[in-house]
């Protein structure tokens, strides 16, 4: 099944900063890829996705990166606010039977930015 | 507010009961997904139900169950509680059947105690 690792596990930068944060898929079929911020005791938020026909998706202060051949994806976000922080994680689907997919999440990293 | 529904907020019961998590999709999704998060494990997808039937299960305990009604809402059941069991359980829906997006409902916090 599919298999998705997250780095870092944390990360701290000082508000202005840019904040990059990777992940990396096993499932060559994989082919759509979400990011969720989800603040403390809250719901993970859907802020970008990207599907596998493109290489780059930009949203104000936040993109996505995709490289297929190499099988990973990263976020973006520029001119870090101390809004920012909260914990990050990424996704990638896997057929399941039926034509449904699972997405498998990454562990999650939670961003700090410092004021 | 994502337009998904979830009840209760917080839940509180004790080993070996049995309780009930409701969820109610955006209007016009016809996909509900299951999910568990709890401190080490992050999000695990329990189980997918599109249009009324299960579509895929992923880490669920034979404990649990789930169904999807006629008017699209789900239930997720869980019984013969343990203290493992306590989590924030996230339903999400979708307009398709791939899921892709989700938008996901604020939760129900078990405590099991």
């Known amino acids: 099944g599919e298999n998705v690792e997250q780095h870092p596990s944390t990360l701290s930068v000082q508000e202005g900063d840019s904040a990059v944060i990777k992940c990396t898929y096993s499932d060559s079929a994989s082919n759509y890829f979400p990011w969720y911020k989800q603040e403390l005791g809250k719901r993970p938020q859907l802020i970008i996705d990207?599907?596998?026909?493109?290489g780059e998706k930009k949203d104000q202060r936040i993109a996505v990166t995709l490289n297929k051949t190499a099988k990973h994806f990263s976020l973006h976000i520029t001119e870090t606010q101390p809004e920012d922080s909260a914990v990050y994680f990424c996704a990638a689907p896997r057929g399941a039977s039926g034509g449904s997919y699972i997405p498998t999440f990454g562990r999650g990293t939670s961003l700090i930015v410092h004021p | 507010d994502s337009g998904v529904t979830q009840t209760p907020k917080h839940l509180i019961t004790a080993t070996g009961q049995r309780v009930t998590l409701r969820c109610s999709p955006r209007s016009g999704d016809l996909s509900v997904y299951w999910y568990q998060q709890s401190l080490d494990q992050g999000l695990q997808f329990l189980i997918h139900?599109?249009?009324?039937?299960?579509?895929a299960k992923g880490n669920i305990l034979e404990r649990f169950s789930a169904q999807q009604f006629p008017d699209l809402h789900s239930e997720l059941n869980l019984s013969s509680l343990e203290l493992g069991d306590s989590a924030l359980y996230f339903c999400a829906s979708s307009v398709s059947l791939k899921g892709q997006p989700q938008h996901f409902g604020d939760g129900t916090r078990l405590s099991i105690l």
């Open positions: 139900y599109y249009n009324g039937e299960e579509r």
């Open positions: 990207i599907r596998s026909n493109v």
